[in-house]
Each structure stands twice: as structure tokens, then as C-alpha cells.
């Protein structure tokens, strides 16, 4: 079954601190992973996307990471800011079937604190 | 996020009315795709449309949903006799080409369903 899942599932950090979000993933054939930032009440912005052969990503102080033969990525988030306070979503693409082949995460919340 | 507009932002019916919640594509965008979100879950897949077709349907609910994506206008979601269940954030999303070749897909803001 294909599926994405994300941790921790909350997560409280003070301002300028560094944070790391992982995701673990069992969806097959892969086609690319992305991460979206949600903010409360409002809809997921792109962050980044990653490929089969990419290994690293860097959005700003947004850095992402895919291992495909472990099927982990991670997050991480260089000296956080109270803006930073979101929800994560990790969303995994497989090739093949139907078009609705985006396979979201739940999220990890993270609130940044002053 | 700017460019898919999507309305209502929020709307509260009554068991049993229907609700219409419409989005439209950032411009030179073709594809458009409807998410449900639940609190505390992740976002499911409704549909999936272009101009006059519908692509995908699989995340539907059998009975009282549907979708479309005129050749003039909006995509409209629309739920008849709503239920309680159907409390949630409808979000839509676009994309100049289908997403499985990687590319971005842009979301909407969202349209909050109450049913009361």
C-alpha cells in the first residue's frame, strides 16, 4: 500500500533554531517527492521537489533531502523564524495508474516560539 | 498560491442543501485537481480534470459528489444533500501539464465547508 508518512507529528522549537522533519515513504514506482508548507487556513506552497536522482534540495533556508534506497527525506530548516510556524507536508508521486497518484503525508505542525 | 482562486473561502449549509465551491486555474493552466482535507489528516485526492473531461474520478464518493471543468469558466465541486461528514477544506489545485512529469501544481486557498 502506498503510503507517506511523517514525523514528528508536532514539533515547538525557539526562534533561530535549527529543525529537521522526517518522512518515510513505501510508495511505489517512485516518481518524485515534494514538500509543501501549509500555514493555517491556507493552502500548501511548493517548497521543493525532488527526483529519483537528486539527493539534496535547498530552498532558502529550506534544505531537503531523499535517500530512494532507504525511501527517507528530510527537512531541514536553518535558523528558524516565527513565520516558520506551519504544517509540513511531505507528498510522494508514483508513476503509473491514475492521475490522482500524489500520496500526501498528514504533516508535521511546527510552531516556533520567541 | 496567487492565481488559483477558489470561492468561497468559507460557507456553512444545512443538511440536506447543496454546496457549489468553484475554482479557477492560474492562467495557462489546463489541469485542475480537487483535495479534500479533514482536520488533523493529510490531503486525499477527489478528481482530476481537464477542459471538458474528467481524468480521474477514483477519489470520489460514489454518490452525491461531482466535478467539472467547462470549456468556459470555473471548475465547480459540487456536493448535493450535504451531511455533516462533508465539514471539511476543499482545496483545488493547477497545473500547466499533469504532475507526474514533476511539475509544480499550485493551490488554492481553500474553501471551508461547514454543515450544520
Known amino acids: 500500500k502506498n503510503q507517506v508518512e511523517q514525523s514528528p507529528q508536532s514539533l515547538i522549537i525557539l526562534e533561530g533554531k535549527n529543525c529537521t522533519l522526517q518522512?518515510?515513504?513505501?510508495?511505489?514506482?517512485?516518481?518524485?517527492l515534494r514538500w509543501y508548507k501549509q500555514d493555517t487556513g491556507r493552502g500548501p506552497v511548493s517548497l521543493t521537489i525532488m527526483t529519483f536522482s537528486e539527493n539534496t534540495k535547498s530552498n532558502g533556508r529550506y534544505t531537503a533531502t531523499l535517500d530512494a534506497d532507504t525511501k527517507q527525506s528530510s527537512l531541514h530548516i536553518t535558523a528558524s523564524q516565527l513565520s516558520d510556524s506551519a504544517s509540513y507536508i511531505c507528498?510522494?508521486?508514483?508513476?503509473?495508474?491514475?492521475?490522482?497518484?500524489?500520496?500526501f503525508g498528514k504533516g508535521t505542525k511546527l510552531s516556533v516560539k520567541p | 498560491n496567487a492565481g488559483v482562486m477558489q470561492n468561497p473561502r468559507h460557507l456553512v449549509r444545512r443538511r440536506g442543501q447543496e454546496a457549489r465551491l468553484r475554482c479557477s486555474p492560474m492562467k495557462g493552466h489546463s489541469h485542475v485537481y480537487w483535495y479534500r482535507q479533514l482536520p488533523e489528516e493529510g490531503l486525499k485526492f477527489m478528481v482530476y480534470?481537464?477542459?471538458?473531461?474528467?481524468?480521474?474520478e477514483s477519489g470520489m464518493p460514489k454518490e452525491r459528489f461531482s466535478a467539472e471543468f467547462p470549456k468556459e469558466g470555473p471548475s465547480i465541486l459540487r456536493i448535493q444533500q450535504v451531511v455533516r461528514g462533508d465539514s471539511a477544506a476543499y482545496f483545488c489545485a493547477s497545473s500547466p501539464q499533469t504532475h507526474s512529469s514533476g511539475n509544480t501544481i499550485y493551490f488554492g486557498e481553500g474553501s471551508w465547508l461547514t454543515v450544520v
Open positions: 507528498v510522494v508521486t508514483f508513476y503509473g495508474g491514475s492521475q490522482g497518484n500524489l500520496i
Open positions: 480534470l481537464q477542459k471538458e473531461n474528467i481524468i480521474d
Open positions: 518522512c518515510n515513504y513505501t510508495v511505489s514506482p517512485f516518481s518524485n
